[in-house]
């Protein structure tokens, strides 16, 4: 079955501090995708990384990276020097090779506060 | 901005009526999905679309219905409005092939009184 976890209801933190979204994944296929949106109280998802199963290099873009982890199932997301601009809810998604659907987390809403 | 435009912005039915969202589709992609979003909860999905064919179902009964027209333009009808329809309707565009990653609308905020 597949399932993803996002542990996190809530976190706050203070402008400037890093923060990491925890993210944890079930899935039996060997080809899956891993993402990342942004949700601002706007309503609108925010597409921020793919990541394929056979791609577990580290990225960083920006003030972003994310840590993807087969070993562990998990697919962190860092934000170094948390900005205002970062309040949001955080969704993290599953989508197995084939099905063009996708699983969501139950999203974790970052608050950060100047 | 995603280029995926969704209408109404908000609405307001009675259990039991009908409602029609719609969505148009980023330019170039021909692939379209639907998610309700309930409060504080992700995005659990409908079905989706592709070339004008119903491609993938979630838990949703009968009453969740869509369309995709040929210009991959889209319509999810739910009839037999229930209390529980109430929620954020999202539409998602995509290509077939290639990358997997969905680019979505704004949203349609649904609630049935």
New interface residues.
Partial sequence: AQKVTQAQTEISVVEKEDVTLDCVYETRDTTYYLFWYKQPPSGELVFLIRRNSFDEQNEISGRYSWNFQKSTSSFNFTITASQVVDSAVYFCALSEDGTYKYIFGTGTRLKVLA | E?GVTQSPTHLIKTRGQQVTLRCSSQSGHN?V?W?QQAL??????IF?Y?REEE??R?NFPPRFSGLQFPNYSSELNVNALELDDSA?Y?C?S?L?QG?????????T?LTVT
């Fill in positions: 995603t692939t999905s998610y504080g909860q992700g995005p659990q999905f989706q592709y491609n993938g979630g954020l999202l998602a995509s077939r990358k997997n990653e969905q680019y979505f609308g704004p949203g905020r």
